[in-house]
């Protein structure tokens, strides 16, 4: 199993830190989040929370800790916690769970890729990428939960073009 480095990206001018884990090297790393920087600056992905320090030229990367690959969402999160002026307090084990798997067998409609085209960045092309390989499924979860929510049933239409079970459906109400 590899060791993840946990590390801090701090800069002098700010007192903010930024806290990430990675698994390969820290200047490799350190060279992705300037490399995001200089993309977001070109209007070509969304903002990241660690551009806040990476934009600045002293802007450093430091190991903290090296850790099993098991351990690493709650040791990144406990040290996330544990730093007063950490600008990115998010719970990893919660992104990891709502992260979508990547649909990479999903054939692209001409309309699909005619939208993905037209994106304006490289950033909201991947964006509706994920977006489209992930739809059926995204909506299905979705259809799930508003059960659980409301205890109504969807159309039968709805059930049969998400693939819903009867007892997943049971499941869903119970849950209530």
Do not use: W
Request: charged share 30%.
């Amino acid at each position: 199993m590899a060791n993840i480095k946990i590390y801090k990206i701090t800069s002098a001018q700010t007192p903010d830190v930024y806290i990430g884990s990675t698994k390969g090297s820290l200047a490799v790393r350190m060279a992705g989040h300037r490399r995001s920087y200089s993309s977001f600056l070109k209007g070509e992905r969304s903002n990241m929370t660690s551009f806040a320090i990476v934009k600045f030229q002293d802007a450093t990367i430091e190991l903290l800790q090296e850790v099993p690959e098991d351990v690493r969402d709650d040791e990144e999160l406990r040290f996330q916690q544990e730093e007063p002026n950490c600008i990115n307090k998010y719970d990893p084990t919660l992104y990891k769970a709502t992260k979508p798997a990547l649909n990479m067998d999903h054939v692209f409609t001409d309309e699909e890729k005619e939208k993905i085209n037209g994106a304006p960045t490289k950033n909201a092309k991947y964006v509706l990428r994920n977006y489209y390989r992930n739809r059926q499924r995204k909506c299905r979860e979705a259809t799930l939960r508003a059960v659980t929510k409301t205890g109504k049933v969807p159309r039968d239409r709805t059930l049969e073009k998400y693939n819903i079970t009867a007892q997943e459906l049971a499941q869903a109400i119970r849950g209530r």
